[in-house]
């Protein structure tokens, strides 16, 4: 997974400099027809790293701090609000990265974005792909970030490791999407962006 993945994807994604207002957007809801989607929403954008490992491509995640008060101990994409000074989305999911965990822009080549994601917490999510040389050191924020791992593309991308689960929320049955990972638990909106990004490339 590769030279041909990279073709796919910059044949796939939308360009980053021609992300539309009016792009196709996802939600928490997907699976849950008849929950309403939340009644106003944030902009962000994370970054999906993906690492070009001689060994096999990898995507990067991070484990949320315990501490933090957004998603505590989850698995996510780095990134997070969009800022009054952000250019652009993609602005935002490098900035956010270098914050969270000290991946360096010079090291990401942003390539790409797929369908915008809605959360069942108020926020608009614009996933950006960067392809990531090997070389880069990170330094991660311990008030945001507890750790790092990396799991392989070829497991991301494989629809047999997307598992629909479901839990009670509110008072209702919730179905959402899961990946769990050697003893990583991927799930909620980053295992939805993961799904709607499958289905980007291969549907």
């Known amino acids: ?4 993945f990279e073709r796919l994807l910059r044949t796939k994604l939308d360009a ?7 792009a196709r957007t996802r939600s928490d ?3 849950n027809p008849g929950w309403d989607n939340h009644p106003e929403v944030r902009p962000a954008a994370v970054l999906a790293p993906i690492i070009k490992r001689p060994s096999g491509w990898t995507m990067l995640f991070t484990e949320r701090a315990k501490e933090t008060p957004a998603h505590p101990g989850q698995i996510s994409f780095p990134g997070g609000r969009v800022h009054a000074s952000d250019a652009s989305a993609v602005e935002t999911a490098l900035r956010e990265t270098e914050e969270e965990v000290g991946l360096a822009r010079r090291f990401i080549e942003p ?4 369908d915008r994601y809605d959360t069942i917490t ?3 999510v614009t996933p950006i792909v960067g392809l990531v040389e ?3 050191d990170l330094t991660l924020d311990p008030r945001e970030v507890a750790s790092v791992f990396e799991a392989p593309l070829e497991f991301l991308m494989n629809p047999a490791n997307h598992e629909k689960r479901e839990a009670e ?3 209702r049955q ?3 999407w899961a990946m769990p990972y050697q003893g990583h638990f991927i799930w909620g909106a980053t295992a939805g962006m993961i799904r709607a990004l499958y289905e980007r490339l291969y549907e």
């Open 169 to 171: 929320f509110r008072g």
């Open 29 to 31: 809801n997907d699976l």
């Open 122 to 124: 108020g926020y608009r």
């Open 1 to 4: 997974m590769s030279a041909a």
């Open 111 to 114: 390539i790409g974005a797929w």
């Open 134 to 136: 090997p070389g880069f």
């Open 174 to 176: 919730r179905f959402y």
């Open 16 to 22: 980053v400099d021609r992300i539309a207002d009016e």
